[in-house]
């Protein structure tokens, strides 16, 4: 009887020693959250939101890239508009294809509200991924209101187009040595704006004096933009595109390097 409430004993403190694990880690779990206020498109045949969302398993989707960043151990989530409590409860947040009036009867543009808690957020140590769009299909005017205070600005124009299934058209080789594309010999972009770079941005992919991939520093934060959608579902893995091409290694690369960048801003 003795050991017995010896081992009665032990036992809650065994269950809080659990808890307090469980609890440290899912505070340390970091949080991405992927914007569907600024991109908020309906499927014409269900009226159901899609394009570049978690939750969108088709093509058309970021279901996949969602997948990485749950394998490496972030939360995802769905946000809405960007409000200082919305923000308080992330770490990546990242914004992609904003609107047009093509694409939405009522789009919700970049207002300076918004404009200011993003501003605000990224300084004090978020980390803020942008992938735009090529013209005329992504809504630079507030989209760039935003980004001058990180010293880029997204050009209104189209490079990498792509006839078909001629792959090659959009194909990049020429990397410098940077994370993003370690271990990377080609990836594909199709149809993609450059960045005029200001201030401290800095190019990671540039093509024929353009730049396509840039990032910065901010305050304790960090800002990572492409003028396009780039690795949502249809072109991370080889459902379409030739094996050569190594999309997914490079989406793995962006998603480790967004996630080092909310650790080392700890």
Same mark, same amino acid.
Request: glycine residues 6%; charged residues 20%.
């Given at each position: 009887m003795k050991i017995l409430n010896k081992h009665l004993c032990q036992f809650p403190? $065994?269950?809080? =020693?659990?808890?307090?694990?469980?609890?440290?880690? =899912?505070? *340390?779990?970091?949080v991405v959250g992927l914007d569907n206020w600024f991109n908020r498109e309906k499927n014409t045949k269900t009226g159901q939101p899609y394009h570049y969302l978690w939750t969108d398993t088709e093509w058309s989707?970021?279901?996949? /890239?969602?997948?990485?960043? *749950?394998?490496?151990?972030?939360?995802?989530?769905?946000?809405?508009?960007? *409000?200082?409590? %919305? =923000? @308080?409860?992330i770490d990546v947040y990242i914004i992609v294809d904003p609107d047009t009036t093509t694409e939405s009867k009522s789009p919700n +543009?970049?207002? !300076?509200?918004? $404009?200011? #808690?993003?501003?605000? /957020?990224? @300084?004090?140590?978020? %980390?803020? #991924? %942008?992938? #735009?769009?090529?013209?005329?299909?992504?809504?630079?005017?507030h989209l760039n209101r935003l980004m001058k205070n990180f010293g880029m600005i997204f050009? &209104?124009?189209t490079l990498h187009p792509v006839t078909g299934t001629e792959f090659e058209m959009g194909a990049s080789t020429k990397f410098t040595d940077h994370p993003l594309f370690d271990g990377v010999l080609k990836i594909y972009i199709k149809e993609v704006s450059n960045i005029s770079l200001m201030g401290n941005a800095k190019a990671i992919l540039t093509e024929n004096g353009k730049v396509l991939i840039a990032e910065n520093t901010f305050g304790k934060g960090y800002v990572f #933009? $492409?003028?396009?959608?780039? $690795? +949502?579902?249809?072109?991370?893995? &080889?459902?379409?595109?030739?094996? *050569?091409?190594?999309?997914? @290694?490079? !989406?793995?690369?962006?998603?480790?390097?967004?996630?080092?960048? %909310?650790?080392?801003?700890?």
């Open positions: 403190i $065994i269950m809080i =020693l659990f808890l307090i694990f469980i609890t440290q880690n =899912l505070l *340390s779990q970091p989707g970021y279901s996949r /890239w969602g997948e990485i960043f *749950s394998t490496k151990g972030a939360k995802i989530t769905t946000v809405g508009k960007p *409000s200082t409590p %919305v =923000l @308080k409860a +543009y970049l207002m !300076a509200d918004d $404009i200011k #808690a993003i501003k605000k /957020w990224v @300084k004090k140590g978020g %980390v803020l #991924a %942008v992938l #735009a769009n090529d013209a005329p299909n992504c809504e630079f005017t050009n &209104h124009v #933009a $492409i003028g396009d959608p780039w $690795i +949502y579902n249809e072109y991370i893995d &080889h459902d379409r595109l030739p094996t *050569s091409f190594e999309n997914r @290694k490079a !989406a793995e690369n962006l998603t480790g390097l967004l996630l080092k960048k %909310v650790t080392n801003n700890e």
